[in-house]
C-alpha cells in the first residue's frame, strides 16, 4: 500500500524490501519497452543497485518486429539505456507476426511468451556473469498501479475465478513487480524530475530518443479497439472522476484480497492434500494422470472446494490453459448431501472425464476414462 508523502523512489524501494522481491547480492533482469514505465524502472533499479540495495542489473529488450523502424528505434534507445547505465544489454529481436501465422495463436500471448521466454535466457546469462545461481535472480516486470487497476475492471467485467480480484502478484516465481505500487503519472513525473537533476549534475545518467523525448511511445497506445485499451481510456478515467485517489484506493483494497487469497489458498492446498488421491499409470495405449476426489472431500465446504478443484484442474490441463468455471462447477455438483452421487458423470474442458461412485469422484482424460470402462 502507499504511504502518502512517500517519493517514488521510496515507493518503489519499499516495495522490493517490504515484499522480499530481492536483495543485495540478487541479480535483476530488467525488461525494458522504451516505454515510460520500464524506463523509470531501469533508473530506479539501478540506482538501488548502486546503493547496495539490489545485486547485479541488466536491461534487456524484445523487438517483436511489429511496428518496423519504430521497433528499431525502441532497441537502439534501451541499448542506450543500458550503456548509460553501465548495465549489460540483452536483446532479442523476435518476428512474432511470422510465428503468429504459422501457430494461429493470438497475437499477445504469442508476443507474451516469447518475450519470457528471452527473459529466462537473458537472466541465465546475467547470473553466470554475476556468479550466482539461476534460481536466485529475478526478472522485473514495470507493471504499475495502473496496469493492476485495469486487470481489476477487466475482470470485473468478463467475470473471474478465485483470487482475480487481486488482480496481479508482487512476484510469481521468479518474476517481480516493483512499482506495483506507483502509477504510471508517478513514474513519468519522476522521469521529468531526473532530467532537471541531470541538466543540473551531468554525472546523473540519462537518455533521450532522436526527438529528445526521456521514453519511447507506442502509439498502439492510444486505440481503443483493444479491451485494455478501452479500460485504460474510458473506464478508468470515469472512475477518477469520483475518486481522484482511485489508484492507492484499488490497490489497498486488491491488497487485502490478496491477503485473503493466500490464506484461502493455503487451506485448500491442503484440502487437496488430505482429500484427494493421484492416480498415474503406464498402460498402452493410454499413460494419463488423474485423480480421485475421496469421499471426504464432501464435507469440505464449497467456496473451499471450488479452490481446491481449481488447484487440480490447474494441474491437469495444459499450462496456457484457463481453469473455466464450468468445470469447477461439475465437478462440485458431483457431490450431494456430504457425498459422491453415484452414477454421475461429465466431460468437461481439456476433454476431462468427471465419473462418481460410492468410492468418490474420478476426474481424468476421456481416453483413460474410455480405456478403463472397456475393461469393465
Known amino acids: 500500500m502507499a504511504v502518502l508523502h512517500e517519493s517514488t523512489e521510496e515507493r518503489v524501494a519499499r516495495t522490493i524490501a517490504e515484499r522480499g522481491l530481492a536483495g543485495p ?23 538501488l543497485a548502486a546503493a547496495g540495495a539490489v545485486g547485479p542489473v541488466g536491461v534487456l529488450h524484445v523487438n517483436h518486429k511489429l511496428r518496423g523502424g519504430d521497433a528499431d528505434a525502441d ?25 503468429v501465422r504459422e501457430s494461429g495463436d493470438n497475437l499477445e500471448a504469442v508476443a507474451r511468451r516469447e518475450r519470457y521466454h528471452a527473459a529466462d535466457e537473458a537472466l541465465e546469462k546475467l547470473c553466470l556473469q554475476a556468479g550466482a545461481p539461476v534460481c536466485e535472480g529475478r526478472i522485473f516486470v514495470a507493471h504499475t498501479q495502473d496496469d493492476r487497476v485495469e486487470n481489476f475492471y477487466m475482470r470485473s467485467i468478463v467475470g473471474t475465478g478465485p483470487g482475480g480480484f487481486r488482480s496481479m502478484r ?6 517481480a513487480r516493483p512499482c506495483l505500487d506507483v502509477g504510471r503519472g508517478d513514474l513519468r513525473d519522476y522521469l521529468r524530475r531526473r532530467a532537471i537533476d541531470a541538466a543540473a549534475d ?150 476431462l472425464a468427471i465419473s462418481a461412485n460410492k468410492r468418490g469422484v474420478r476426474l481424468e482424460p476421456m481416453a483413460a476414462y474410455r480405456a478403463r470402462r472397456n475393461r469393465l
Not at 547480492?25 to 540506482?47: N, Q, R
Open 25 to 47: 547480492a540478487t541479480p535483476v533482469l530488467l525488461m525494458v519497452s522504451g516505454g515510460s514505465d520500464s524506463t523509470a524502472m531501469a533508473y530506479l533499479v539501478s540506482d
Open 202 to 351: 551531468a554525472s546523473v545518467p540519462l537518455v533521450r530518443d532522436a526527438e529528445g523525448a526521456l521514453w519511447r511511445e507506442d502509439a498502439t497506445n492510444a486505440h481503443t479497439d483493444r479491451f485494455r485499451a478501452f479500460v485504460r481510456h474510458e473506464i478508468v478515467p470515469r472512475a477518477k472522476e469520483r475518486n481522484p485517489r482511485l489508484l492507492d484506493t484499488l490497490t489497498r483494497t486488491m491488497n487485502l484480497i490478496a491477503d485473503e487469497d493466500d490464506m484461502l489458498e493455503l487451506q485448500a492446498a491442503a484440502a487437496v492434500g488430505e482429500h484427494v488421491e493421484w492416480v498415474s499409470r503406464a498402460e498402452p495405449p493410454v499413460w494419463a494422470e488423474g485423480c480421485v476426489f475421496l469421499p471426504s472431500f464432501g464435507t469440505v465446504p464449497v467456496p473451499l472446494a471450488r479452490r481446491a478443484v481449481d488447484r487440480v484442474l490447474a494441474r491437469m490441463l495444459p499450462p496456457a490453459a484457463r481453469v473455466e468455471a464450468a468445470s469447477v462447477d461439475a465437478v462440485v455438483r458431483a457431490f450431494a448431501g456430504g457425498a459422491p452421487i453415484g452414477g454421475y458423470t461429465a466431460n468437461i474442458q481439456g476433454d
Open 75 to 99: 532497441a537502439a534507445f534501451v541499448e542506450s539505456l543500458a550503456a548509460a547505465l553501465g548495465a549489460p544489454f540483452f536483446l532479442a529481436n523476435v518476428d512474432v507476426a511470422r510465428l
Open 170 to 175: 508482487y512476484a510469481n516465481g521468479n518474476v
